[in-house]
C-alpha cells in the first residue's frame, strides 16, 4: 500500500483577485522506503507539493493520503498531533530555534511527544553523532556552519522516528561536499531505518542520487522515472 497518496490535488493562491495555479491536478503515490526527489524550475509548485502533503497548507481542490488518513480536512489539532507523530521536515520555514543547542533543537519534539528522559537522550546523542557533530551538542546554530545546521535539521527530523521525510531544498546554501554528506546521511537513514525520503531540489548533484525523480513544470507532472539500480551482492 502506498504511504502518501495525493488525489485530484490542486491549489491556487489568490483565487479572487490574481489567480495562482501552484498545482494542477497532481496524483502521485509514494511506497514506503523511496529515496524521491521532486526537481523543476523556481515556481513549478515543489514547496507547494510538499507544504500539501506535509499538511501544512491546505489544497483548493482533491486531497492527500497518509498511511491511509485523510489529512485534508482534518482538524488543526488533530494535524499537529498526526504531523509530529508521521512526518518528518526538514524545512527553510522550520528554522532552528536559534536560543537552543543543537542538543535541545533535536531533543524538542521528543519532549512534546513526552519520550522517557534517558531514551531522549540516548535517541539525541545517536542521532547528533550519525550526523558528525559529536562534539558540537552544545553548540548554537550561529555557531554552526550551514551545513551543519542543515544536519542538525534531518538529525531533528529523524528524532520522532517518522515514518517519511520532506525535505524541500535540503541542499540550497550548501558546497558540493557538504551536500554530498548530507546526501550520504539521508541515504543511510533510508537503508538502515526504512525511512521514506521525499525532497525537492533543482541541484543536479542531487537529482542524480534519487531512486524515483518526479518533475514538475508549471504545477503539474511532467515526468516521473523510476530508476531500479542493479541489486549489489545478490
Ligand atoms: N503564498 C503564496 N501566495 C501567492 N502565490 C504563491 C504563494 N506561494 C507560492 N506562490 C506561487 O505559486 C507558484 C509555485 O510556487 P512554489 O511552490 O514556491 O514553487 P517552487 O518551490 O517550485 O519554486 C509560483 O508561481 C509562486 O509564485
Ligand atoms: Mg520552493
Same mark, same amino acid.
Do not use: C
Given at each position: 500500500?502506498?504511504?502518501? $497518496?495525493?488525489?485530484? =490535488? +490542486?491549489? #491556487?493562491?489568490?483565487?479572487?483577485?490574481?489567480?495562482?495555479?501552484? =498545482?494542477?491536478?497532481?496524483?502521485?503515490?509514494?511506497?514506503?522506503?523511496?529515496?524521491? %526527489?521532486?526537481?523543476?524550475? +523556481?515556481?513549478?509548485?515543489?514547496? %507547494?507539493?510538499?507544504?500539501?502533503?506535509?499538511?501544512?497548507?491546505?489544497? !483548493?481542490?482533491?486531497?492527500?493520503?497518509?498511511?491511509?488518513?485523510?489529512?485534508?480536512?482534518?482538524?488543526?489539532?488533530?494535524?499537529?498531533?498526526?504531523?509530529?507523530?508521521?512526518? /518528518?521536515? #526538514?524545512?527553510?520555514?522550520?528554522?532552528?530555534?536559534?536560543?537552543?543547542?543543537?542538543?535541545?533543537?533535536?531533543?524538542?519534539?521528543?519532549?512534546?511527544?513526552?519520550?522517557?528522559?534517558?531514551?531522549?537522550?540516548?535517541?539525541?546523542?545517536?542521532?547528533? $553523532?550519525?550526523?558528525? =557533530?559529536?562534539?558540537?551538542? *552544545? !553548540?548554537?546554530?550561529?555557531?554552526?556552519?550551514?551545513?551543519?545546521?542543515?544536519?542538525?535539521?534531518?538529525?531533528?527530523?529523524?528524532?520522532?522516528?517518522?515514518?517519511?521525510? =520532506?525535505?524541500?531544498?535540503?541542499?540550497?546554501?550548501? *558546497? $558540493?561536499?557538504?551536500?554530498?554528506?548530507?546526501? *550520504?546521511?539521508?541515504?543511510?537513514?533510508?537503508?538502515?531505518?526504512?525511512?521514506?525520503?521525499?525532497? !525537492? %531540489?533543482?541541484?543536479?548533484?542531487?537529482?542524480?542520487?534519487?531512486?524515483?525523480?518526479? $518533475?514538475?513544470?508549471? /504545477?503539474?507532472?511532467?515526468?516521473?522515472?523510476?530508476?531500479?539500480?542493479?541489486?549489489?551482492?545478490?
Amino acid at each position: 500500500m502506498a504511504i502518501i $497518496t495525493t488525489h485530484n =490535488l +490542486s491549489k #491556487v493562491y489568490n483565487p479572487e483577485t490574481v489567480p495562482v495555479h501552484a =498545482l494542477r491536478d497532481v496524483n502521485l503515490e509514494f511506497e514506503e522506503g523511496e529515496f524521491t %526527489t521532486v526537481r523543476g524550475p +523556481s515556481g513549478s509548485g515543489k514547496t %507547494t507539493l510538499l507544504n500539501m502533503i506535509g499538511g501544512l497548507d491546505t489544497p !483548493s481542490d482533491g486531497y492527500v493520503e497518509v498511511d491511509g488518513t485523510r489529512i485534508t480536512g482534518m482538524k488543526d489539532r488533530e494535524l499537529i498531533d498526526f504531523r509530529l507523530n508521521h512526518i /518528518g521536515f #526538514v524545512f527553510q520555514a522550520y528554522n532552528l530555534i536559534p536560543v537552543f543547542t543543537a542538543y535541545e533543537n533535536v531533543s524538542f519534539i521528543m519532549l512534546l511527544q513526552k519520550w522517557d528522559k534517558q531514551k531522549m537522550k540516548e535517541r539525541a546523542e545517536e542521532l547528533l $553523532t550519525a550526523v558528525g =557533530l559529536k562534539g558540537k551538542f *552544545d !553548540s548554537r546554530p550561529k555557531q554552526l556552519s550551514g551545513g551543519e545546521q542543515q544536519r542538525v535539521a534531518v538529525a531533528r527530523a529523524l528524532a520522532s522516528r517518522p515514518k517519511f521525510i =520532506l525535505a524541500d531544498e535540503p541542499t540550497a546554501n550548501l *558546497d $558540493t561536499d557538504s551536500a554530498m554528506n548530507l546526501l *550520504d546521511m539521508m541515504e543511510k537513514m533510508n537503508k538502515e531505518e526504512n525511512v521514506t525520503f521525499i525532497f !525537492s %531540489t533543482h541541484d543536479q548533484r542531487v537529482i542524480d542520487r534519487a531512486r524515483r525523480v518526479i $518533475t514538475m513544470v508549471d /504545477g503539474a507532472i511532467h515526468k516521473d522515472e523510476k530508476k531500479y539500480p542493479p541489486l549489489k551482492g545478490g
